[in-house]
C-alpha cells in the first residue's frame, strides 16, 4: 500500500508559477513511477507528466511539455510537479498517482492515487 498526498495547489495569475508537491508514505518509494494527471470539470482525466522508478526517465503530456517539470526525490519520498508559464487552461484538480510500471502514461496503469489538489489560474 502507499498513501499520496498532494499539497501547492492555489490560485494563481496567468504567467505565474506554481509548484505542487507529492508526499508518499508505505512500501519503498523507488519501487514506484510516479504521475501527475489532471481533471477540469466536466472534461476526462489527463495525463500531464511522468517519471520513472530510476527518476531517470521523465515524460510529458503534449499541452504542458516545456512548460512544466517533474521530478523525485527518492530520500524524501516525494515527487514535485513544477509549473510555469501558467494558463487558464491549466485550471484542474492535479492528481498524484503511483504505478508498479516503470513508466505510465495511462490512468489506467496506475495503482495508487491521492486525493487531488486544486490549481486555478486566472486570466
Known amino acids: 500500500q502507499v498513501q499520496l498526498v498532494e499539497s501547492g495547489g492555489g490560485l494563481v495569475q496567468a504567467g505565474d508559477s506554481l509548484r505542487l508537491s507529492c508526499a508518499a508514505s508505505?512500501?519503498?518509494?523507488?519501487?514506484?513511477?510516479m504521475g501527475w494527471f489532471r481533471q477540469a470539470p466536466g472534461k476526462e482525466r489527463e495525463f500531464v507528466a511522468a517519471?520513472?522508478?530510476?527518476?531517470?526517465?521523465?515524460n510529458y503530456g503534449n499541452s504542458v511539455k516545456g512548460r512544466f517539470t517533474i521530478s523525485s526525490d527518492s530520500a524524501k519520498n516525494t515527487v514535485s510537479l513544477q509549473m510555469n508559464s501558467l494558463k487558464p487552461e491549466d485550471t484542474a484538480v492535479y492528481y498524484c498517482?503511483?504505478?508498479?510500471?516503470?513508466?505510465?502514461?495511462?490512468?489506467?496503469?496506475?495503482?495508487?492515487w491521492g486525493q487531488g489538489t486544486q490549481v486555478t489560474v486566472s486570466s
Open positions: 498517482a503511483a504505478s508498479f510500471r516503470p513508466i505510465a502514461t495511462s490512468a489506467d496503469a496506475y495503482d495508487y
Open positions: 517519471v520513472s522508478r530510476s527518476g531517470s526517465t521523465t
Open positions: 508505505g512500501r519503498t518509494f523507488s519501487r514506484y513511477a
